[in-house]
């Protein structure tokens, strides 16, 4: 039997993806976040348009230890997202983090100091193990895998708009400190696994947000050749509260070591 149009439409709806998109839409404004949907930018090694699914942003305000705020001025965070909906079975590799460029890492994204006491308290830095590498049930080319494209987009918009303009309007003289991330957002984790390098153990499946970590190379805006290391927060949507505490907890670091 012939589908009639609205079955045809809604299929379309139901493959898309962007149900669960607009989901993660709606529960970032519930919690305060300006959100831009589907921003393009230009890939600087194919030379095409691409899009990120969202780029949210929130401003903190600056308040004192007594809860008073300092006049307008705010901490902005800023993410990079990617909404993956998880449909066939992937399994991730996790292994040590690599302690000294998370580190540094954290040093250069934050006013943090090394071997100061709250640097370890960055939520990049509470973890001792990441995910390394990944591969999808399907045996699909590597770059067709959910993980290895949903990483690209993320960080290659984050590279891209990186040091651009808050998209809060209201609020862009105001900023004191911005902090980026790259996210990827997935609808659950019940078809992730993980499996420890080195280790015997049977695949298990994850539970708690976690980190990918990625040394990363690509072209820049001037096309030149850069390399960096990056953590990609893998973010559960049932647990996507509890992500947004932790970059609460580290905007109450960089507030109080920088003492505004």
Same mark, same amino acid.
């Given at each position: 039997?012939?589908?009639?149009?609205?079955?045809?439409?809604?299929?379309?709806?139901?493959?898309?993806?962007?149900?669960?998109?607009?989901?993660?839409?709606?529960?970032?404004?519930?919690? #305060?976040?300006?959100?831009?949907?589907?921003?393009?930018?230009?890939?600087?090694?194919?030379?095409?348009?691409?899009?990120?699914?969202?780029?949210?942003?929130?401003?903190?305000?600056?308040?004192?230890?007594? #809860?008073?705020?300092?006049?307008?001025?705010?901490?902005?965070?800023?993410? !990079?997202?990617?909404?993956?909906?998880?449909?066939?079975?992937?399994?991730?590799?996790?292994?040590?983090?690599?302690?000294?460029?998370?580190?540094?890492?954290?040093?250069?994204?934050?006013?943090?100091?090394?071997?100061?006491?709250?640097?370890?308290?960055?939520?990049?830095?509470?973890?001792?193990?990441?995910?390394?590498?990944?591969?999808?049930?399907?045996?699909?080319?590597?770059?067709?895998?959910?993980?290895?494209?949903?990483?690209n987009q993320s960080?290659?918009s984050m590279v891209?708009?990186? #040091?651009?303009?808050?998209?809060?309007p209201k609020n862009?003289?105001?900023?004191? !400190?911005?902090?980026?991330?790259?996210?990827?957002?997935?609808?659950?984790?019940?078809?992730?696994?993980?499996?420890?390098?080195?280790?015997?153990?049977?695949?298990?499946?994850?539970?708690?947000? !976690?980190?990918?970590?990625?040394?990363?190379?690509?072209?820049?805006?001037?096309?030149?050749?850069?390399?960096?290391?990056?953590?990609?927060?893998?973010?559960?949507? #049932?647990?996507?509260?509890?992500?947004?505490?932790?970059?609460?907890?580290?905007?109450?670091?960089?507030?109080?070591?920088?003492? !505004?």
């Amino acid at each position: 039997m012939k589908k009639t149009d609205i079955e045809q439409v809604k299929e379309i709806i139901a493959n898309s993806g962007n149900n669960f998109h607009c989901t993660v839409l709606d529960r970032l404004k519930e919690k #305060g976040w300006t959100v831009l949907i589907s921003p393009y930018y230009n890939d600087n090694v194919s030379d095409k348009p691409r899009e990120i699914d969202l780029i949210a942003e929130k401003a903190f305000d600056i308040k004192r230890s007594d #809860g008073k705020l300092i006049g307008t001025d705010t901490v902005n965070v800023k993410l !990079f997202i990617e909404c993956k909906y998880i449909p066939q079975k992937i399994v991730l590799w996790f292994h040590d983090k690599d302690r000294v460029k998370a580190e540094h890492l954290v040093l250069k994204i934050t006013p943090l100091q090394k071997n100061n006491i709250y640097t370890k308290d960055h939520h990049y830095l509470r973890d001792d193990s990441v995910a390394k590498l990944f591969a999808d049930e399907k045996k699909q080319k590597t770059e067709n895998e959910i993980f290895y494209k949903a990483l690209n987009q993320s960080l290659n918009s984050m590279v891209y708009y990186r #040091g651009s303009e808050s998209i809060i309007p209201k609020n862009r003289e105001s900023i004191k !400190f911005k902090l980026d991330y790259p996210v990827i957002i997935c609808n659950d984790f019940n078809n992730l696994y993980r499996v420890d390098i080195g280790s015997s153990d049977e695949p298990v499946i994850i539970n708690d947000n !976690f980190q990918l970590e990625v040394n990363y190379a690509y072209l820049d805006l001037s096309k030149k050749h850069s390399n960096e290391y990056f953590l990609i927060d893998i973010v559960s949507y #049932g647990k996507i509260d509890a992500f947004l505490e932790d970059l609460q907890k580290d905007v109450n670091i960089v507030i109080f070591i920088k003492d !505004f």
